[in-house]
């Protein structure tokens, strides 16, 4: 299968995976915010960035390194498990005994027996997490799409709202995050089903280990920079205003994450055998920013616009002080799913120390920030820090990935003006929205217009900034291999 088929079938299944998980995402979010409380979603998000802290090196990058190598010789899936499992295993008992600390430190009560539950977590992922990279390496999309649905659906969302409904409070979230993750691991396995051994030599420990422990550094930076905010407001503000930061966040992020996900997930075992090829990598980069930053940038002003639409219908009115925090997030999704898009991109080029340099600047920034704005530090103040530095990291992810593939500047201001484009045509189409909503009592009615004209603003500005497009390298390529989008193209 050529490259092309095997990113349009790993994003084709990926797709599907992924409009059955947000419907069902979006409907578990609404049932469970009305059963739970605030406190409840601050208490699990304040856990799980905790637990964070460990999970970057209880794998050290041995999934993704075992993705990357070219060809895999005997040994090198025992080399994987026995380094997953064991490192994994440290760290969960690192993590359950370090958890009585943690409560303390953000003194909040019932935390430890919350992280110490969850902390098993770090074993399941650590034989999982090989079985799912098999998976990837081979391609197996359409297999990895149904195991998320059905682990998600069955196991997040049926065994969390039963939990839920039964009264059980943050437990429910508990209960439902240990479900989806063991039966992850369960159907992974099965559908892989590797013998598990554990002989191998030195030298294949050294190798995943090698590239491992720089995929790893970057991804704790990564985990540093973006969840800085709720430790911070866990800390100094509290578990209900952690609660309200959490739930923002998500809807924020939520209609762009999961599309950006199978692009990259897709892209990343895919062109890591290309990557010595220049040409694939420039329309590589180019095709995942521009569809990824396209959409992205008409759903950021959607959000912004319609976000005490999305938290009175999704979460109810308990939640209205999500409202300001879901405005600010809204307009960086864009920037930070762009400049995902690049880091993923400097993945495929093994360029990881240069992505490693970019995160570690990315992270002082933003703490110089918080620093300096410590006497006045509001949830409102924290989300504008993270608005200007979801910029700032666009600004040096992309500007590195463009210099490294030494793309011409007329491809790089074509690409710019699309992405401005789209975010002033959706917006000026949705700013006559609210003229229409003033009419509209029913909330779910006046979400569903923000949907419609969101999506037909899209639609829009894509007829326009295709004439931009044309003059991409990217899509001449495309337009060679796929007949009908060059009819799309020239209509």
Known sequence: ????KKIASGVGWGTASVVVNTLFQLFFMAVMARLLDPTDFG???????????YSYFSQVGIAPALIQKKTLEKGDINAALSLSLSISSVFFLLAYFASPITEVYFETLGLASIMQVLALNFI???????SQALLRRDSRFKVISIIEIVSYVLGYGVTGL????????????VAAFMSQSILTSLLSYLAILYPIRFKHTKAQRKHLMSFGARYSIIGFIEFLTSNMAPLIIGKFLGAAPAGYFNRALLLADLPVQQPANILTKTLFPVMSRVSDQHDKQLISFQLSALIVGC????????????????ITVMLGNKWLESIPILEVLALSVAPNFIAHVAGVTLDTMAELRLKLRIQLAVFLLMVMQLLWLREDLTIEVITYVILSTSFIRLFLMCGSVIHLLKMPLKEVFLMMTSFISITLITYAYTLQIPILLEMIENPVMRLLIDIVAGGLGLIISFLFVRYFLRGLHSFEYLQQQLPIFRKIMEA
Do not use: E, K, P, Q
């Open 1 to 4: 299968m050529s490259t092309l």
């Open 43 to 53: 208490l699990i998000a304040i856990a799980n960035v905790s637990l964070r802290f």
């Open 124 to 130: 399941i992922f650590g034989f999982s997490s090989i």
């Open 162 to 173: 039963i939990s839920a409904y039964m009264g059980l409070g943050v437990w429910a979230l």
């Open 295 to 310: 959409y992205a940038c008409a759903v950021s002003i959607g959000v912004h616009n319609a976000a005490y639409d999305l």
